[in-house]
């Protein structure tokens, strides 16, 4: 498979995509090398995992802790096993998903990661957690890959072991600067986390505004608050004309921003958010077309869960009612694109004769042949297409899409993919 790249603006997700070039890394990306070479080779005990037994793989996800849980995502990957092993496993060998809870704690995503290690795992799949730091040390000691997880935290950007197939909060908040300033925004409010996390997103949305010249407003907010009034008052201001709010909350949270800015019944303000903040849920819980979400621009990983392309999940989930997953629900999406890139792993190595061990998949997945299972740009983790970033050279997909809310409905606001990786590094806007 060639390497395929589209135009600057726009790529189609389903076809028609031009051929991508490998963009060359630049000095600070080049200083990595000998790190990412060097832990690339550990192996470690989860070499061992399979012999001519069950495949294993873990996805991990919190439940049962409020705002941050993602049980669909977990729910999903064991709906996947599920499916596969009625259709004969992989490479013949049945494959066995193991879950985790990991509390949204540390100590819980340390839990997880020791538990794929004992299970002696080929990879992690999908998984969402913000303690980055406390579980991708344990993977990396064992030689498992992270494929495919959320992208929360920053060593999911930067460990060698890990190889995301989103752009993570970065991609979407500089996406969102770029869709603002094409609906001609003359001033835009950034409601986020009062984080760490959060003050890095306010560097990435003002790299995107900043060619335009449009005034950046940063407007902190609780992660969790029952009344969100003197936030969205502050990021409203006077309601003028052209100004424009966008926000980076929590689905839940954002469920009760939203309440707080109908309450404004502000008339010229445009409201924007980001897919995790708003998917479709959040759109139907909050009066759909009559309610506030009514034209707001949403900036995403992935084509709109209506699209066709999701048939594949639709059906997987449907097939096992007895749970409830939610196909619009970005973290559920990203465990169905992370278990696609694993399975095309999988048919690659058996096509060759190899066992499928976390090695073989790290070797294959590092060789730079593309992995395109049509719900991103074709995905390529090589040093050479890794991003000019000290802090982030593993978001190699720097992709977005850009939706708007029309008639109740998520729907694509312009066909295909639109590149955003010169606002990741601080760059120039293509010509």
Partial sequence: MTSRRGSSQAMNPIAGRRNRRPIAAVATA???????FSASACGGPADAATGSGDLTVMTWAPSGTGSADRPGMTALAEAIGKDLNVKGGLGGRRLNVITCNEHNTSDGARACAQQAVDAKAV????SYSQFGDDFMPVLERAGIPLIGGYGLSQPEFSSPLSY???GGMPALIGGSGRQ?????????SLIRPDTPAGDNLLGYLGNALKPAGIKLLDVKA?????????VVRKAIGGDQAGNCVTSALGAEPTGNLLDAF???GAKNTRIASVIGSVQQSVVDSTGGDSGPLSGAFVTGWYPPESAKIWDGLRAVIRADSDRHIDAADPGVQTTWVAYEVFKQISERLTAAGQTITSKAVTTLLDGGEPIDVGLTPPLNWATTNMLPSTESPRLVNTWVTFQVVKGGQMTLQRPGFVDVRWVL???????
């Fill in 180 to 188: 603002l300033v094409e609906a001609g925004c003359k001033a835009v």
């Fill in 123 to 126: 990879a992690v799949l999908g």
């Fill in 164 to 166: 995301p197939v989103g």
């Fill in 262 to 264: 109908r309450r404004t």
């Fill in 425 to 431: 590094t601080g760059g120039k806007p293509p010509a």
């Fill in 30 to 36: 080049a200083a990595l090398l000998p790190t990412l």
């Fill in 222 to 230: 609780p992660e969790k608050s029952n009344d969100y009034s003197p």
